[in-house]
């Protein structure tokens, strides 16, 4: 317990929590690792700390430059929040199909934000590959979180060190989702170098094509998914070298089972990608003995997907179960 200095300070240091609802089901010991709880309000405020001190060291950026970087939201958040600590602009371009609560917090901490509409990456209109073309008419920097590696070195210096520290290095097993994968290669390279037994899963929602990728070796996707910041079509750089045993695949159905139970039983309150890694957590463990622990990543919190997840209309509009306390 000491002060923290600032925006920057306060990043990392999360707590591991261990999930009551999901170990009690599962006999095993779930253990999440609290990336709702970082000030910016997910576990992307890391990989932008990581990215753009890589970039103040290697003199690609500077005080007062400008950021620019294609995101989901929960990047752009931390982008801009690192850049307003630092003193740089910072431009986000982000797919319009993005839940509106992201789009006002991007606003709120006075990012530049451009939607555009939601293409496929092989399209010089998407997301990524427009911020990237932005980033070159603008002379910005572009954090290029999904093939920039400093995003995956900085989980492996901090989430992946701090499990191991909070676990006094006893884990059977960690899962979790992969947007641009920085999270599960970074934290899965600094397992393996503790202990090449622990197993490493990739959770993988419908729409994403990583889950054949590991099970067949060729990328093919099937079906979607409510759930943002997650899933990806590609082999990312920082996904490419990462020591990974198998790969679990999770419908949106038992993703929101796990994130409605642990509002209702725990109190805790999760956003989509919380359900996936939880339910792929769950999972997981259930193929270990009992009294096994897994632990996994609370990406963001829910107040980021209110108006769809936790909402009725939009839950009935997907044919998702409502349950009884929300209808
Ligand atoms: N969950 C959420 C809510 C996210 O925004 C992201 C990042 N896009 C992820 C999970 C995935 O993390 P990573 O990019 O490290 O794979």
Redesign the pocket.
């Known amino acids: 317990m000491t002060i923290r200095d600032g925006f920057l300070g306060t990043i990392g240091g999360t707590p591991l929590i261990r999930l009551p609802w999901a170990s009690r089901i599962t006999g095993r010991e779930i253990l999440g690792k609290a990336e709702f709880l970082n000030p910016g309000g ?3 405020d890391r ?1 932008a700390l990581a990215i753009i001190t890589d970039a103040l060291e290697r003199g690609a950026l500077a005080p007062g430059g400008t950021i620019v970087e294609g995101t ?4 752009g958040i931390g982008l801009t929040l690192v850049g307003n600590a630092i003193g740089c602009k910072t431009v986000i371009v982000m797919p319009e199909t993005q839940s509106q609560e992201k789009k006002d917090a991007l606003r709120l901490c006075g990012a530049d934000l451009r939607l555009v509409a939601a293409r496929p990456y092989k399209d010089p209109g998407n997301y990524v590959r427009y911020s990237e073309t932005l980033a070159k008419e603008l002379g910005g920097f572009w954090a290029n979180q999904f093939d920039n590696t400093a995003n995956r070195d900085g989980h492996r210096a901090t989430t992946g060190r701090e499990i191991i520290e909070q676990c006094e290095g006893r884990l059977d097993a960690f899962t979790c ?8 290669a970074g934290v899965a390279l600094a397992l393996k170098a503790h202990d090449p037994a622990i197993k490493v899963v990739l959770a993988d929602p419908f729409g994403s094509a990583l889950y054949s990728w590991i099970t067949s070796g060729e990328l093919k996707a099937e079906g979607g998914s409510v759930t ?3 899933g990806q079509g590609r082999v990312t750089a920082n996904l490419r070298d990462a020591p990974l045993d198998e790969a679990v695949r999770i419908g949106d159905a038992e993703a929101l089972e796990a994130i409605f139970a642990m509002v209702r039983e725990d109190g805790l309150m999760l ?1 989509g ?1 919380s359900g996936v890694n939880v339910a792929a957590a769950m999972k997981v463990a259930l193929t270990l003995p009992k009294g096994s622990r897994v632990v996994t990543i609370l ?2 919190g829910a107040q980021r997907y209110q108006s769809k997840l936790f909402n009725p209309d939009f839950l009935r509009s997907k044919a998702l179960p409502v349950p009884d306390w929300l209808a």
């Open positions: 997910s576990v992307k990989a989901a939201g929960n990047t989702a992969v947007g641009t994968g920085g999270t599960l943002e910041g997650i956003g990608s990406c963001d």
